[in-house]
């Protein structure tokens, strides 16, 4: 299957649209020049529009993606604030936007062309809120909500209704560790588990969540080598789609660290893998053959091999992007 990866760099205002061929080869396929610091992307459920969120004109920018995984039609909606992290319903109606620099979240609407509104929800008093993240939803079609919010040291629980509003979830929400700092959250694919980076400790947290909606939690993992003496500065993490491995990245010592995860869900720290420098935002490919780090310090992407069987990482290709580069999608295209 042909996939297309996705790569936001705010500080030159560009997005560059690579294909990945199987053998690991990256082939640049076109670069869009966007209307102010692009940060954020987000791929609709079914795979027709990439969403990218600028600054300092806040805004919300919808693009066509072609059939070979080019970007056409750009289209934009007002943001309230500048976005830290977007995400769209399972249904594909509705995009939620966090904002850390203004504290809040809010959720907009998506037309039946694919294009996104204004914000028709805005919930403030979120200190930091620096991700959304959406859980499966229920037979009554409503989505759980969690918005990490750093500098509570508290993740915030909400339920999506059908008509796009939040509310507070019943069973009220999670806290982390003191200075812990929860950023970026990734979701098991089976298990129910989900997975917690925290930037300021560099500690993965991993929760079990239950049947009738209890979140618990299993363990906390350091992301570091033992004996680490340097800054602290957690970036992203990611789940392999056959869910046996998880990755993290950390910025200060452009490392990308390993789990292994075992059939019982118990989580093992197994190696630490150099990658770009500050390694702010990666991703992985649909098969999980491929992790792809972008280097907000170095302006490269770089194409590491997933070993099928031990989870190790590779260095298999570089390619140069653009400055700060931040933000990475990969998009598996319809045969």
Not at 105 to 127: C, F, M
Not at 189 to 202: A, K, M, R, T
Request: charged fraction near 15%; include cysteine.
């Amino acid at each position: 299957m042909q996939q297309v990866v996705y790569v936001a760099s705010p500080a030159s205002q560009q997005i560059h649209v690579f294909a990945l061929a199987g053998s690991g080869e990256l082939v640049p396929l076109q670069v869009v020049d966007t209307p102010g610091q692009v940060q954020p992307l987000v791929i609709s459920p079914d795979g027709h529009w990439l969403h990218a969120a600028v600054r300092p004109d806040f805004a919300l920018i919808s693009y066509r993606i072609d059939v070979d995984g080019r970007l056409s039609e750009p289209s934009s909606a007002p943001l309230a604030g500048s976005a830290s992290h977007t995400t769209i319903s399972a249904d594909g109606r509705f995009l939620l936007a966090a904002s850390y620099a203004f504290n809040h979240v809010t959720v907009s609407a998506i037309g039946s062309t694919g294009r996104a509104a204004p914000p028709h929800q805005q919930l403030d008093g979120l200190q930091a809120a620096h991700s959304v993240t959406l859980l499966a939803a229920d037979g009554q079609g409503e989505q759980e909500v969690l918005v990490a919010c750093l500098k509570e040291d508290r993740i915030r629980r909400f339920v999506l209704c059908r008509e796009g509003r939040l509310r507070p979830h019943p069973l009220g929400d999670l806290q982390t560790a003191s200075g812990a700092g929860p950023r970026h959250l990734a979701l098991h694919p089976s298990n129910g588990d989900l997975y917690c980076l925290n930037e300021l400790d560099c500690t993965i947290n991993r929760y079990r969540r239950s049947a009738d909606g209890d979140i618990t939690l299993c363990q906390s993992l350091e992301m570091l080598p033992a004996g680490y003496q340097g800054e602290y500065w957690g970036a992203d993490l990611h789940v392999t789609p056959d869910g046996r491995f998880l990755y993290s990245s950390e910025r200060a010592s452009s490392l990308l660290t390993q789990f292994a995860i075992a059939p019982d869900g118990e989580l093992g720290v197994v190696g630490h893998f150099p990658t770009e420098t500050m390694p702010r935002g990666f991703a992985i490919d649909g098969q999980g053959c491929w992790l792809l780090a972008a280097g907000q310090a170095s302006h490269q992407l770089a194409l590491h091999r997933i070993d099928p069987a031990s989870g190790a990482l590779t260095l298999q290709a570089r390619q140069p992007v653009g400055e700060g580069a931040m933000w990475v999608r990969v998009l598996t295209l319809a045969p």
